[in-house]
Antibody, heavy 121, light 112 residues
Framework: QVQLQESGPGLVKPSETLSLSCTVSGRSIGYYYWTWIRQPPGKGLEWIGV???????TYNPSLRSRVTISADTSKNQLSLKLSSVTAADTAVYYCARYLEGTLGFCYMDVWGKGTTVTVSS | QSVLTQPPSVSGAPGQRVTISCTGSNSNIGARYHVHWYQQLPGTAPRLLIYGNSDRPSGVPDRFSGSTSGTSASLDITGLRAEDEGNYYC????????????FGGGTKLTVL
């Protein structure tokens, strides 16, 4: 079955760029859509964005100006970059498989375990 | 502030039934975009519990059920068990701002 594993630096300095990877096993990433979600400490889930088959992306309007999601099919990996980070970006970051039917019928059926990122000097 | 509104907490005794509400608007649930639910047990990643308003993925007990009405959705849990204690999130799609995925703020379920 599909498994996802997030990885990346656990500590990022303010104003720098957060960079994370998600390695997918059990299925080629080219067959599905993939998404990133984050969860600040003690708070709820926030959707970051999605990458589609053709490499196109859709982002949360609140993060759009700072986020880039990409995919490397040769490595079967996704990546997330979030620029100009502040303490408010401290969170557990999850990657997940994103299933979409008709417009608006979209949900996440397989999740990684998440990776914790702290923004601090 | 979340686009979808959930009660911060609910509680119930073992064996009882609880309902978690999720209130949206005409740009998400009211526009008939589907609602999905996730369960997050302590220290773990979220798990898909209900998709497409009321369907259960394989392995989810039929004690969990979902429904929608107007601009709201509900998650019902019957025969409450201690292992159900955790946080529950609703999720839908919002057509504003070119469209994006939205979550509820989450509801903490306590089994008394």
């Amino acid at each position: 079955q599909v498994q996802l594993q997030e990885s990346g630096p656990g500590l990022v300095k303010p104003s720098e760029t957060l960079s994370l990877s998600c390695t997918v096993s059990g299925r080629s990433i080219g067959y599905y859509y993939w998404t990133w979600i984050r969860q600040p400490p003690g708070k709820g889930l926030e959707w970051i964005g999605v990458i589609y088959y053709n490499g196109s992306t859709t982002y949360n309007p609140s993060l759009r100006s700072r986020v880039t999601i990409s995919a490397d099919t040769s490595k079967n990996q996704l990546s997330l970059k979030l620029s100009s980070v502040t303490a408010a970006d401290t969170a557990v970051y999850y990657c997940a498989r994103y299933l979409e039917g008709t417009l608006g019928f979209c949900y996440m059926d397989v999740w990684g375990k998440g990776t914790t990122v702290t923004v601090s000097s | 502030q979340s686009v979808l509104t959930q009660p911060p907490s609910v509680s119930g005794a073992p064996g009882q039934r609880v309902t978690i509400s999720c209130t949206g608007s005409n740009s998400n649930i009211g526009a008939r975009y589907h609602v999905h639910w996730y369960q997050q047990l302590p220290g773990t990643a979220p798990r898909l519990l209900i998709y497409g308003n009321s369907d259960r993925p394989s392995g989810v007990p039929d004690r969990f059920s979902g429904s929608t009405s107007g601009t709201s959705a509900s998650l019902d849990i019957t025969g409450l068990r201690a292992e159900d204690e955790g946080n529950y999130y609703c999720q839908s799609y919002d057509s504003s701002l070119n469209g994006y995925v939205v979550f509820g703020g989450g509801t903490k379920l306590t089994v008394l």
